[in-house]
């Protein structure tokens, strides 16, 4: 039987019916059309569908969409502003922290999540910070100049 879920999703509240075993990233792709968080191996391993939940990054595959009931999610469609990229968004394209950009979006929410916690991390801290989150294309050397590159760009921002 379909449960109904009230959530805020970028910003905007949302009641949804779904079904008991639905996962959020079920819920946002296929409820929400919400494609930017991709399903990759569906066993929280690769980080490809991460968003934040609370403002905490999650794997989007391991959480029942049930239990997501009065919370807030923000996904990679979430973070841009009256048309211009956050940040994170901008450094990752302008550093070369995505390929093919399959791994891209959970690479962002990770990033986004990690700085919200720490916006001063270290190159090791960022490593740690983005080990739940898998890419086949860059080699990760790009990723983490990207996320770099973003510390220092919101460092001469303040």
Do not use: W
Request: hydrophobic share 35%; proline share 4%; charged share 20%.
């Amino acid at each position: 039987m379909k449960r109904v879920v009230q959530i805020t999703v970028n910003g905007v509240e949302r009641t949804i019916l779904v079904e008991p075993y639905y996962s959020l990233l079920d819920m946002l792709r296929d409820e929400l059309h919400l494609t930017g968080t991709k399903k990759g191996c569906d066993e929280g391993d690769c980080g490809a569908c991460t968003v934040l939940l609370n403002g905490q990054p999650v794997t989007s595959c391991l959480v029942l969409a049930h239990s997501v009931h009065d919370a807030e999610v923000t996904t990679v469609e979430g973070l841009a502003s009256g048309g211009e990229l956050h940040p994170v968004q901008l450094s990752f394209a302008e550093n070369g922290g995505l390929q093919c950009g399959y791994c891209t979006p959970g690479l962002i929410m990770a990033t986004v999540g990690l700085l919200n916690s720490n916006p001063d991390p270290t190159e090791e801290e960022v490593k740690f910070g983005l080990g739940g989150n898998l890419c086949r294309c860059t080699g990760y050397s790009k990723v983490i100049e990207a996320v770099m590159a973003a510390v220092e760009s919101s460092k001469e921002a303040e």
